[in-house]
DNA sequence: CTCCAATAGTCTAAAATGGATACTAGGTTT
DNA sequence: AAACCTAGTATCCATTTTAGACTATTGGAG
């Protein structure tokens, strides 16, 4: 599937939406391991998209991004970031100093993620009071 | 902040994402409650972008949804369609006959998502074979 | 010389989240 | 009368995430 929905138009994307899964479901029999969700899995496990904006700035070290997003365990913040090197988005690059410096910095495949990225953040941006004035609204009505 | 990355070219994207980024930062005090977060975090729980997709194509009612995506347990539904009506994309209709009948569809705002779904979705398609080889090439490296 | 800090993590136990299954109500079919 | 349909709840268990202590190494403070 190429990127069709350049004009933009609402009903342009829905129908690039709707044939792509209808082709991919016909493809594979309703298989539930679909390959875009394999990948959208992974942007919306909570800390991904915040590490790739961190790094889109510039390459960090890990404490480096530990402080830029402070409330994620260390934990968390080694698996995402393996995560994203094994998916072919971040490169580790470790030197050995003492102590140690570990840099992760975006690939070209990385970087590739902003543009999508850019849209959907502007979309939550541009979206963000009229979803907290939905969420009064319902609060309001069945709270 | 408006969408500026109509051009689409990489370097805007970035610098869009990290103006913007450092903006929100510079105003809150790096306060962990991103409103972008809050709204992308949403889009990342595993059903609701599938869900957005499948009353993309036409208003579904509840057991439809269920058929559509059916590696998702009612609960998860139910509460996936309840946070989308909670934030304005999906609008639920009742019916009283007997049995119950609950239509689901999205709203204007729901459909607005669509357009940058689309783009984010054409990109893991388009994408999806060279993060396969990443992890192919990962796992042989380190396995 | 000893203590502390910093690096990039790992490990474990507790807390939060998600899923499987059984259950609800009221009417229709067998 | 028993089973089945709808659109969900309620409950319990498994997985995931988090918080916090712990690792090795070396330079600097006292």
Same mark, same amino acid.
């Given at each position: 599937?190429? =990127?069709?929905?350049?004009?933009?138009?609402?009903?342009?994307? =829905? +129908?690039?939406?709707v044939?792509?899964?209808?082709?991919?479901? $016909?493809? &594979? /029999?309703?298989?539930?391991?679909?390959?875009?969700?394999?990948?959208? +899995?992974?942007m /919306? +496990?909570?800390?991904?998209? !915040?590490?790739? *904006? &961190? !790094? @889109?700035?510039?390459?960090?070290?890990?404490? $480096?991004?530990?402080?830029?997003?402070? +409330?994620i365990?260390?934990?968390?913040? &080694?698996?995402?970031?393996?995560?994203?090197?094994?998916?072919?988005?971040? !490169?580790?690059?470790?030197?050995?100093?003492?102590?140690?410096?570990?840099?992760?910095?975006? &690939?070209?495949?990385?970087?590739?993620?902003l543009?999508?990225?850019?849209? !959907?953040? %502007?979309?939550?941006?541009?979206?963000?009071?009229? *979803?907290? @004035? %939905?969420?009064?609204?319902?609060?309001?009505?069945?709270?």
């Amino acid at each position: 599937m190429t =990127r069709l929905c350049t004009d933009n138009s609402i009903e342009m994307c =829905r +129908d690039e939406i709707v044939a792509g899964y209808r082709q991919w479901r $016909e493809r &594979t /029999g309703n298989n539930p391991h679909c390959p875009v969700r394999d990948v959208l +899995d992974r942007m /919306g +496990d909570k800390w991904t998209t !915040l590490i790739v *904006i &961190t !790094l @889109a700035e510039r390459p960090h070290r890990f404490s $480096e991004i530990h402080r830029a997003v402070p +409330d994620i365990s260390r934990r968390m913040l &080694t698996q995402t970031l393996r995560h994203l090197e094994r998916d072919g988005m971040v !490169l580790r690059q470790v030197f050995p100093t003492m102590p140690p410096s570990v840099e992760y910095r975006l &690939t070209h495949l990385g970087e590739s993620l902003l543009r999508p990225l850019a849209e !959907l953040i %502007a979309w939550a941006d541009g979206n963000h009071e009229r *979803i907290m @004035a %939905a969420r009064v609204a319902y609060d309001a009505g069945s709270g």
